[in-house]
Nanobody
Framework: QIQLMESGGGLVQPGGSLRLSCVAS????????MGWFRQVPGRQRQMVAG???????NYGDGLRSRFAISRANDKSGVYLQANSLRPEDTAVYLC??????????WGQGTQVVVSD
């Protein structure tokens, strides 16, 4: 019903920036909330940022100063600006959306590596 495609990941030096994109297609009018999580093998998945239907933004602990979430007005895309990146930010970043019916959809993820 909804398909998600992330892009924008890659290798960046500590202190650098990336802008991650997630394009949504299909029944985008049914999307209620959108967000970004990150995953490292062996660690719990962490919420990076989320945006509610009303536009309210939430960030994971300690991330508000370095990450910024935004979305297209028609919810066809959600974006994550990541600044001042650190090696510990290395992870697979995944886009997620939830519909008004409570259905969740996940993208395949985009790899971010922060390293010299």
């Amino acid at each position: 019903q909804i398909q998600l495609m992330e892009s924008g990941g890659g290798l960046v030096q500590p202190g650098g920036s990336l802008r991650l994109s997630c394009v949504a297609s299909g029944a985008i009018a049914t999307i209620k909330t959108m967000g970004w999580f990150r995953q490292v093998p062996g660690r719990q998945r962490q919420m990076v940022a989320g945006i509610t239907d009303s536009g309210r933004k939430n960030y994971g602990d300690g991330l508000r100063s370095r990450f910024a979430i935004s979305r297209a007005n028609d919810k066809s895309g959600v974006y994550l600006q990541a600044n001042s990146l650190r090696p510990e930010d290395t992870a697979v970043y995944l886009c997620v959306v939830y519909t008004y019916q409570g259905e969740g959809y996940w993208g395949q993820g985009t790899q971010v590596v922060v390293s010299d």
